[in-house]
């Protein structure tokens, strides 16, 4: 696999935590620093893809309006909750 060197600063701290976690793991820091970047990537395009599915979903008008949102939240503590707005 062809691979490509990237720089990066770090606060001093999360580096020391870098260490450590390549010390316990018995791993070179590049490892942790991959394992940790590509965890990331996958959320973060996770997060991306269920913003495009809430951006979907506005443009087809599948929407719950705030009041109702209101309501809903306010009644969960309550002896009689309302059902979730649909």
Do not use: C, F, Y
């Not at 696999?1 to 316990?24: F, G």
């Not at 990537?41 to 997060?47: D, H, P, T």
């Not at 979903?57 to 009644?75: K, L, N, P, Y």
């Amino acid at each position: 696999m062809a691979t490509r060197v990237l720089t990066a600063h770090v606060p001093i701290d999360l580096a020391e935590k870098v260490d450590a976690a390549a010390e316990r793991l018995d791993r070179p820091r590049a490892w942790i620093v991959k394992q940790a970047l590509k965890t990331w990537l996958i959320e973060e395009e996770r997060r991306h893809q269920l913003i495009l599915e809430g951006l979907a979903d506005i443009d087809a008008g599948r929407t719950v309006s705030h009041e109702d949102m209101q309501a809903w939240a306010a009644s969960l503590g309550s002896d009689n909750p309302k059902p979730r707005p649909r």
